[in-house]
């Protein structure tokens, strides 16, 4: 059997898989994420690792058997400083904060943001290591010097469980890696002032870091010393690798909190709009070119509430709106920190037009839908999208939204194996870091395919050409405001 945990940032996932991929025994655990001021979050490490421990006991009590080996992927971006025993030196910032907006809006319009993309590929957001780190560094300094790593999520809870200080190439990549060279450039570090704080950078292992369960983690997680483990890639391409994404051109799409759009592509461009990510994977001449927007899940479930209704009514409020919602659009930019992709605005805000006395809650329901859809071909089009398209996340479960998504992308639609598509791309990740040879195919196969709709599809092409246009027109009263 192979162990796969995925620790997101709202629960913690396990799913053991046998060798054919079947899924044989299946764990959540919620985590906690604290707000101790207006546009701060924070979580426990301590908390998460317990998180780790009570959904491996489960899903193994529940299989009757211990794993053959265990993958972690996670959550990226933020910053988890751990001491030198990997302890936590203070509670992890999320990649959801947005303290360090100031020092983003500064690096951008300095031009740090622009100059750090055309050496690595990838941008920075609020919650990205770099602007939190030079936060850190300006009004927390005594917490860098008392730790050893700023790392992230799943390196953490590695380094508990192993003794191993190591991070893996997708992780690596936000933002210092060279995604040639797969070396941090000292360059971008400086940039962002942070030449001085190198050494908490954990060493780059590819592809995988891997390392076994010491006595008293074996003890924390009810498995036996010296059981192997990876850890990586993050959540992200372990969901594409979980999906079965191996052409290059081909997408992924993760609708969850957040709206995570991807495509394999065999080379790096840096050029465009200074926007996204390009993420190393564990082959030399395959990268991610991602998009993972601030939008998602996160904007239908403020909606629902705002109506009164949950997601089990979703497909039947599609149903009762037709596509266009009634005249009825949304930008769906809710999250407090602005977007990140396709473009980077932290001042980025909701908003719906075309309200009358004649609105019903389906309308509202049914424009957030489209406009989550609109953002996710924003996305993909910036990405370089020019083939099929694999999804995954809790949005999936929908049939109607991902109906749409298959008619706004104007292209096949694969839905990857459930449940728990991550925690399945941390176990294919493990066993090739360990040289077990798995059938990938089968791992992979597609649960359905859903073709796009040509009448839908060609409704919305025009729908998207006026979602783009508000967006452009949006964007321009945003940037007034910084």
């Given at each position: ?16 898989f046998?060798e ?9 655990h ?46 990226g ?36 943001v ?8 990838n ?90 369960l010491?006595?008293e ?38 609708v ?72 009825v ?28 006395l ?15 859809a ?29 109906r749409?998504f ?77």
């Amino acid at each position: 059997m192979y162990l796969g945990i995925d620790i997101g940032t709202s629960v913690t996932k396990a799913a053991l898989f046998g060798e054919g991929g079947q899924v044989l025994a299946f764990a959540s655990h919620p985590t906690r994420l604290e707000s101790p001021r207006r546009g701060w979050f924070e979580q426990r490490p301590d908390d998460v690792l317990d998180s780790v421990a009570t959904v491996t006991r489960d899903v193994v009590a529940r299989a009757g058997r211990a794993p053959r080996l265990l993958g972690l992927t996670g959550q990226g971006d933020g910053v988890w400083l751990a001491g030198e025993d990997g302890r936590p030196v203070r509670p992890a910032v999320s990649w959801l904060d947005s303290r360090a907006a100031g020092v983003l809006r500064r690096w951008m319009h300095s031009g740090v943001v622009e100059q750090a993309f055309r050496r690595t590929g990838n941008t920075m957001f609020p919650g990205a290591a770099a602007p939190v780190l030079a936060w850190l560094d300006e009004h927390e300094p005594a917490s860098l010097d008392r730790a050893a790593t700023a790392g992230y999520c799943k390196d953490l809870v590695m380094q508990r469980l192993t003794g191993v200080r190591a991070t893996d190439v997708s992780d690596a990549s936000l933002p210092f890696l060279d995604p040639v060279s797969r070396q941090y450039r000292a360059d971008v570090l400086a940039m962002c002032g942070l030449s001085h704080r190198l050494d908490l950078l954990a060493p780059v292992a590819r592809p995988s870091v891997t390392g076994a369960l010491t006595p008293e983690a074996a003890a924390l997680l009810g498995l036996g010393e010296g059981t192997p483990v990876a850890a990586g890639p993050f959540d992200l391409p372990a969901c594409a690798l979980g999906s079965g994404v191996t052409r290059p051109g081909e997408g992924h799409l993760i609708v969850g909190t957040t709206l995570a759009c991807q495509v394999l592509v065999d080379s790096v461009d840096t050029a465009g709009e200074p926007a996204g990510m390009t993420l190393s994977t564990g082959t030399g001449d395959r990268w991610l070119r991602a998009m993972p927007a601030m939008v998602g899940t996160a904007a239908l479930d403020w909606v629902l509430g705002l109506v009164g209704e949950t997601h089990d009514a979703l497909d039947g409020m599609l149903d009762a709106c037709p596509p266009g919602a009634g005249g009825v659009t949304c930008l769906p930019y809710f999250s407090p920190s602005g977007e990140r992709a396709p473009f980077v605005d932290p001042s980025a805000t909701a908003a719906f037009d075309g309200l009358s006395l004649q609105t019903s809650g389906a309308d509202l329901v049914r424009a957030t839908c489209e406009a989550v859809a609109f953002a996710a071909r924003h996305c993909f089009d910036a990405a370089g999208l020019d083939g099929d398209v694999a999804m995954c996340g809790g949005g999936t479960r929908s049939s109607r939204w991902l109906r749409m998504f298959a008619d706004v992308l104007a292209r096949p639609v694969r839905l990857a194996p459930q449940p728990e598509t991550g925690a399945r791309g941390a176990a294919l990740a493990a066993a090739r870091a360990f040289g077990d040879e798995l059938d990938e195919a089968v791992w992979t196969a597609p649960m359905a395919v859903i073709e796009p709709d040509p009448d839908n599809a060609a409704r919305y092409e025009d729908g998207y050409r006026d979602y783009r246009a508000r967006v452009d027109a949006a964007r321009g009263s945003w940037k007034e405001q910084w």
